[in-house]
């Protein structure tokens, strides 16, 4: 499936492409939470890096997370005149970007449920929504993106 994404002002579009494009997974930990501010969590997707077109990638700014003493070799791309966030890369998965879901304006399939991560870290004045087949972790679950898709079903070309 194409997506294509924007930030708020509009520096900064991209189209990628994403044979996981349903927004199931939330996370709760501080980085997501501070950085994203949706909710209490940001939503993640993930998609093939090589196909990642950028438009206004002068007004991209990279944010490397810290995680207690260490530095995040994650890159938490952002536009730097408007804040959105817009996707991670990690070099340790170099085939995959996450971009995510609050900067994709390419409609999104609705998820049959959803995977709650990293609650052990969410604030105390987040509630945590969800429906009855919703799974929740306190850190990360062993499925992936990728296979919590193929599971469901959901995987699209």
Do not use: N
């Not at 501070?34 to 206004?56: N, P």
């Not at 700014?61 to 810290?66: L, M």
């Not at 959105?84 to 409609?107: H, K």
């Not at 399939?109 to 972790?137: C, N, Q, Y």
């Amino acid at each position: 499936m194409l997506l294509r994404g924007s930030c708020h002002c509009g520096a900064v579009r991209y189209r990628v492409r994403s044979s996981q494009p349903v927004p199931y997974q939330r996370c709760y930990c501080s980085i997501c939470r501070k950085t994203q501010g949706g909710g209490g969590y940001a939503i993640d997707i993930a998609a093939d890096a090589r196909s990642l077109e950028v438009d206004g990638r002068g007004a991209v700014t990279i944010y490397h997370a810290r995680i207690g003493d260490t530095i995040s070799s994650a890159e938490r791309a952002f536009c730097g005149t408007c804040g959105s966030g817009l996707w991670i890369f990690s070099p340790e998965w170099p085939d995959m970007i996450y971009p995510f879901a609050s900067a994709i304006d390419t409609d999104l399939p609705t998820p049959p449920e959803h995977t709650h991560v990293m609650l052990g870290s969410r604030a105390s004045w987040v509630e945590i929504e969800g429906g009855p087949r919703d799974k929740r972790f306190a850190e990360y679950p062993d499925e992936s993106i990728v296979d919590w898709h193929a599971r469901t079903g959901l995987t699209t070309q």
